[in-house]
């Protein structure tokens, strides 16, 4: 069975990472997205991951730091996870790439675009760590971003909840999935799947997102291949 996407650029979360922990990083959870992330090399898929920083630091909600300052260390948080994650694909058997969009190089290679495309085309995963290197945006936005530049297929949206829902499913016994969006109804409707210049820059690229649930692991492969999971977001 051939992939669905050829190159993909997965989002996974900090939270994701911390498991049932809900904070720092369990290595039990990640093995599973490291097998399953195997399994897409092994199909042909090249993979680009972006990693959130959320289950070391979120600095910024609480209003007691400078915000540039607060958004510095949430970049060398993702830091972190970038090397946890890129430890447990290794283990699983997969050739990986760190690179920082802040230079790190006793730990990590600088971002450069030509540099990760030609890794992936090697069949080597790509992990972009520090955000997009600025304050002020989401690792969301730094996804987008990277998914335009390395000229993916798709985004995938790993998250902790199973699709795109018209309001807050775990508050809500009547909130609706949908199945399908436009970038322009995640906008109208307020849906708060990321935020609005991650959205916007996937649209502008063309680039359509699909935003499915990690409590399966196996979903980011089942993902890549084309069956029939989560919300699909694209233009109209």
């Given at each position: 069975?051939?992939?669905?996407?050829?190159?993909?650029?997965?989002?996974?979360?900090?939270?994701a990472l911390a498991g049932d922990?809900?904070?720092?990083?369990?290595?039990?959870?990640?093995?599973?997205?490291?097998?399953?992330?195997?399994?897409?090399?092994?199909?042909?898929?090249?993979?680009?991951?972006?990693?959130?920083?959320?289950?070391?630091?979120?600095?910024?909600?609480?209003?007691?730091?400078?915000?540039?300052?607060?958004?510095?260390?949430?970049?060398?948080?993702?830091?972190?996870?970038?090397?946890?994650?890129?430890?447990?694909?290794?283990?699983?058997?997969?050739?990986?790439?760190?690179?920082t969009a802040i230079s790190m190089?006793?730990?990590?290679?600088?971002?450069?675009?030509?540099?990760?495309?030609?890794?992936?085309?090697?069949?080597?995963?790509?992990?972009?760590?520090?955000?997009?290197?600025?304050?002020?945006?989401?690792?969301?936005?730094?996804?987008?971003?990277?998914?335009?530049?390395?000229?993916?297929?798709?985004?995938?949206?790993?998250?902790?909840?199973?699709?795109?829902?018209?309001?807050?499913?775990?508050?809500?016994?009547?909130?609706?999935?949908?199945?399908?969006?436009?970038?322009?109804?995640?906008?109208?409707?307020?849906?708060?799947?990321?935020?609005?210049?991650?959205?916007?820059?996937?649209?502008?690229?063309?680039?359509?997102?699909?935003?499915?649930?990690?409590?399966?692991?196996?979903?980011?492969?089942?993902?890549?291949?084309?069956?029939?999971?989560?919300?699909?977001?694209?233009?109209?």
């Amino acid at each position: 069975m051939e992939p669905k996407y050829k190159r993909v650029l997965l989002k996974l979360s900090g939270e994701a990472l911390a498991g049932d922990k809900k904070i720092g990083l369990d290595f039990n959870a990640m093995k599973g997205f490291g097998e399953a992330i195997k399994k897409c090399v092994d199909a042909g898929v090249q993979v680009g991951i972006v990693v959130g920083g959320g289950n070391f630091w979120r600095g910024r909600s609480s209003g007691a730091m400078d915000r540039t300052r607060a958004d510095h260390i949430g970049m060398l948080a993702t830091a972190m996870n970038a090397l946890a994650v890129a430890d447990v694909i290794e283990d699983c058997g997969a050739d990986v790439r760190v690179q920082t969009a802040i230079s790190m190089r006793e730990v990590a290679e600088p971002y450069i675009r030509n540099r990760a495309i030609r890794h992936l085309e090697k069949g080597r995963v790509v992990i972009f760590g520090c955000g997009t290197g600025n304050p002020f945006f989401s690792t969301d936005t730094a996804a987008a971003l990277r998914a335009a530049e390395i000229e993916a297929d798709v985004m995938l949206k790993a998250t902790m909840v199973d699709g795109v829902y018209d309001k807050d499913p775990h508050k809500f016994d009547d909130a609706i999935k949908y199945k399908k969006l436009t970038y322009n109804e995640i906008l109208s409707k307020g849906l708060a799947i990321m935020d609005a210049s991650a959205a916007s820059l996937c649209g502008d690229n063309n680039i359509p997102i699909l935003v499915f649930d990690l409590e399966r692991p196996n979903n980011i492969f089942d993902a890549c291949m084309g069956k029939d999971i989560g919300t699909l977001v694209v233009n109209e």
